[in-house]
C-alpha cells in the first residue's frame, strides 16, 4: 500500500509538471503523463468498487461467487461517486481541491473495504480453472484486442460524440465551477451519469483517463458476461461468450472512445442479471438490485426508457407466475423496482424539468429555445436512418444490418457479431429458461430499435445478453455426435475466424482514421501534431483560434464538434441548424440574416465532408435543397476567409 501511494504522489507530480507543456510541444516524459490517465482511471474504478463493497453489506444477501460480489460490488459503487460529483455539481463546488475533497472522504467512508477488495481479487484469481488451448486461443484475441482499444484510449480524444458533448459538457461544467444547462447543444442536457465520472478525470487534468473509463466498463460488461454465463449456464458457455462478446466490432471501437454507451449497456445488463437472480430465489433483494442498477441505466441515456418498459413487463409476468396468479404480491414487487429504478433517474429528469421545462428535453414537446418545429425537424434524420418502416424492411432487417450498416447512423460497423447468425438454431435447444429469457427480452429490444430509430449503436444494450444466447447455441452444436462431422473443430474454428476478422476490422480502422498511435503516447508527436492528421476539422479549428477575434461568435454547419474550438459557438447539434431552423425560421435571406447578427453570429465553419454524410438519408430532399439555398446567401452575405483540403471552410458575415 504505501509503494502505491509514493508511485502515486511521484505521478501526480510529473503529471502536475508535464500539465503546463504548450500541445505543441513533444517530450520523451509524456509517456509518465500516460501512466498516470491509466493509474487514475484503476483509482476512480477501485473507489467505486470498496464504495459498493461497502454499501452492499447492508442492501444484497451473500454472494456465492467472489467475482459477482466484485462485479455487483463496482456497478453501486459507481454510479454512488457519479451521484455525488452530480451533489457537488448542483452545489456550485466544481474546483479541484473539491473533487480531491470528495475522493479522499469517500475513501476514508470506505476505508475498511480497501483490504476486502484486495481479499476478493486474490479470491477471483484463485478460482480460475485451467484453461484448454481453445480458451487459451480467445484469450489471447481479446488480450489483443483489449490492447488496440488501450492505446486508442492513450491519444488525444477524436471520437465523435465525446467532442460534441461526452468530454464538451465536462469541460463547460468546471468553466463554470457548476452543472449547467446547454441551451445549444441539447444532447449535453441528457442525463449524464457516465459524464460525471469523466467530469472527476478532466477536474484532475486527465481527459485520457475518461476514455480509460469507458474501457473499464468493457471490461466490467465482459466480466459480467462470463460470470452469468458461469452461473446459469456452464464455464464453457461463458468463454464462448467472451469470444462473442469481443467479436462484436463497434463494442471493442468504442471502448477506447469517450462515449457513454457501454457504461449505459454495463447497467442495462446487470439490472437484467439482477431480476435472472430474482427469478432464480425470490429474494426481494435481488429485485432491489435490479432496480438499482435500472435507475443507474435510466440516468445514463434515455433509450434506457425502453429496457425499463421491456424489463417490467419481464417482472410483472414473472412475479404473477411466482405468486400464483396474487395481484397484491405482484403490484408490491413491481412498487418496490419501479420506485427505485424511478428515484434514482429522477434528478436528472426534474433538472430537466425545472431547468429547460421538459424531462426528456428536447424530445416530444421542445422546451426552452427549443420550439416544436425543431423537434419536428428533428425527426426527419431520425426517421429516416436504416432502410424504413415497410414491412418489406422489418423482414428484411437482419440482412440488411450486416450488407448496408452505413445505413444505420454514423458508426457503420455497429452489427451484432457474425457468430449471431448461428442464433436460429436456438429452434432446436429452446429449453433452457435463462437462455429463453435472455432472447426474448432482445428480440423485443430490436423490435423497439426496428419502429423507432434504427441506429445500429442502440442495439449495444442487447449485444451482452446475445453472446450468452449465441455462446449457448455454439456450444450446442459443439457437443454434437457425429462420426463424419468433427462439430467441436467446427465452431472452434468458426471462432476464432471470426475473432480474427473482428481483430482486423479494427486494426484497419485504427490506421484509417487514429493512424500510428505509438509516437503520440510515448511523447515523440506532440498532441497539436496528432489531431491535425486524426481529425478532420482540427486545421479549420486552428486557424478560429488563431486568427478571429476572441468575441467571435460561430455557427457550425455539417460539424457539431466544438471541444477544442476556443471561440464561442452554436454548433449543428442535431445537423439541421440551416435547413430545418434557420430558413424556416427567418423566411428570407434578409430574414436568416437578421437572426444570425441577433444570435451574435459572425463568421461561419461549414463542413462539407459532413453535409455530404447527411444526404445519405436524405430522402425527400431537404438537406440538398436547403445547401443550395445555403450557397445562394453566401454569395451575397458571406465572404470565404479559409478552406482546406477537407472540404472545411470559415465564412466571414459581410457587414450590410
Not at 459532413?610 to 452575405?637: N, P, Q, S, T
Request: hydrophobic share 50%.
Amino acid at each position: 500500500m504505501l509503494a502505491l501511494l509514493v508511485g502515486g504522489f511521484l505521478l501526480t507530480g510529473a503529471h502536475l509538471l508535464l500539465s503546463d507543456l504548450p500541445p505543441s510541444q513533444t517530450s520523451p516524459l509524456l509517456f509518465l503523463d500516460r501512466i498516470f490517465d491509466v493509474a487514475l482511471a484503476i483509482a476512480i474504478v477501485s473507489l467505486g468498487a470498496v464504495v459498493g463493497l461497502w454499501v452492499i453489506r447492508f442492501l444484497l444477501p451473500p454472494f456465492e461467487e467472489p467475482l459477482e460480489k466484485l462485479i455487483f460490488a463496482t456497478g453501486i459503487g459507481l454510479g454512488i461517486v457519479a451521484y455525488t460529483t452530480l451533489g457537488l455539481g448542483l452545489l456550485g463546488l466544481y474546483h479541484s481541491w473539491a473533487f480531491v475533497l470528495l475522493l479522499g472522504l469517500l475513501a476514508l467512508a470506505a476505508k475498511g473495504e480497501w483490504t476486502h477488495l484486495a481479499r476478493l481479487l486474490r479470491e477471483v484469481w484463485a478460482s480460475r480453472q485451467p484453461l484448454d488451448s481453445f480458451q487459451k486461443v480467445i484469450t489471447l484475441f481479446i488480450a489483443v484486442l483489449a490492447l488496440s482499444s488501450l492505446l486508442q484510449a492513450l491519444t488525444p480524444p477524436t471520437d465523435y460524440d465525446g467532442l460534441v458533448y461526452h468530454l464538451t459538457a465536462p469541460k463547460t461544467y468546471l468553466a463554470e465551477h457548476r452543472l449547467v444547462s446547454f441551451p445549444d447543444i441539447p444532447q449535453a442536457n441528457f442525463p449524464a451519469t457516465a459524464e460525471m465520472l469523466y467530469t472527476i478525470a478532466m477536474a484532475l487534468g486527465s481527459p485520457m483517463a475518461a476514455k480509460l473509463i469507458h474501457l473499464s466498463f468493457a471490461f466490467l460488461i465482459s466480466v459480467t458476461v462470463f460470470s452469468m454465463a458461469r452461473r446459469f449456464l456452464k464455464p464453457k458457455v461463458a468463454w464462448l461468450s467472451l469470444a462473442v462478446l469481443w467479436s462484436i466490432p463497434i463494442f471493442v471501437i468504442e471502448a477506447g472512445w469517450a462515449y457513454i454507451d457501454l457504461v449505459w449497456a454495463f447497467y442495462e445488463f446487470l439490472a437484467l442479471y439482477g431480476f435472472l437472480l430474482w427469478r432464480q430465489n425470490q429474494n426481494r433483494k435481488w429485485l432491489l438490485c435490479s432496480g438499482l442498477f435500472m435507475g443507474f441505466a435510466l440516468g445514463t441515456k434515455y433509450l434506457a426508457l425502453q429496457g425499463f418498459i421491456l424489463l417490467f413487463v419481464a417482472i410483472a409476468f414473472s412475479s404473477w407466475q411466482s405468486n400464483q396468479g396474487r395481484i397484491d404480491r405482484t403490484a408490491k414487487d413491481l412498487l418496490l423496482w419501479v420506485a427505485l429504478a424511478t428515484a434514482l433517474a429522477s434528478p436528472w429528469y426534474l433538472k430537466n424539468w425545472i431547468w429547460l421545462g421538459n424531462p426528456i428535453y428536447p424530445y416530444f414537446f421542445g422546451g426552452l429555445n427549443y420550439p416544436i418545429e425543431r423537434v419536428q425537424a428533428d425527426a426527419y434524420l431520425a426517421t429516416n436512418l436504416g432502410c424504413g418502416h415497410s414491412l418489406q424492411c422489418y423482414l428484411s432487417l437482419p440482412w440488411m444490418i450486416y450488407t448496408h450498416s452505413y445505413l444505420f447512423g454514423h458508426a457503420p460497423p455497429a452489427f451484432p457479431s457474425f457468430l449471431s447468425l448461428f442464433l436460429p438454431f436456438w429452434l432446436v435447444w429452446r429449453k433452457n429458461r435463462t437462455v429463453n429469457w435472455l432472447l426474448a427480452l432482445s428480440l423485443a429490444r430490436f423490435v423497439f430499435w426496428a419502429i423507432t430509430t434504427q441506429d445500429l449503436r442502440f442495439l449495444l444494450p442487447i449485444y451482452p445478453a446475445l453472446s450468452v444466447v449465441t455462446a449457448y447455441v455454439l456450444y450446442q452444436i459443439a457437443n454434437l455426435k457425429s462420426r463424419r462431422l468433427p462439430w467441436d473443430f467446427f465452431v472452434h474454428a468458426t471462432v476464432i475466424s471470426v475473432l480474427l476478422i473482428s481483430l482486423g476490422l479494427q486494426l484497419l480502422i485504427t490506421l484509417l482514421t487514429l493512424g500510428n498511435p505509438f509516437p503520440v503516447i510515448l511523447g515523440l508527436e506532440s498532441a497539436d501534431a496528432y489531431l491535425r492528421h486524426s481529425l478532420n476539422d482540427y486545421a479549420a479549428i486552428k486557424y478560429v483560434n488563431q486568427n478571429l477575434p476572441e468575441k467571435s461568435r460561430l455557427l457550425l454547419i455539417g460539424d457539431k464538434r466544438g471541444y477544442y474550438l476556443q471561440r464561442d459557438y452554436i454548433p449543428d447539434a442535431t445537423n439541421n441548424i440551416w435547413w430545418g431552423y434557420l430558413e424556416p425560421l427567418g423566411g428570407s435571406e434578409e430574414g436568416i440574416l437578421a437572426l444570425l447578427q441577433s444570435w451574435g453570429v459572425s463568421h461561419i465553419l461549414l463542413s462539407e465532408v459532413d453535409v455530404a454524410w447527411l444526404l445519405l438519408w436524405d430522402k425527400e430532399g431537404r438537406i440538398e435543397e436547403g445547401m443550395r439555398l445555403f450557397f445562394a446567401f453566401k454569395e451575397r452575405h458571406l465572404r470565404e476567409i479559409y478552406r482546406d483540403r477537407s472540404d472545411f471552410h470559415v465564412y466571414e458575415i459581410r457587414p450590410k
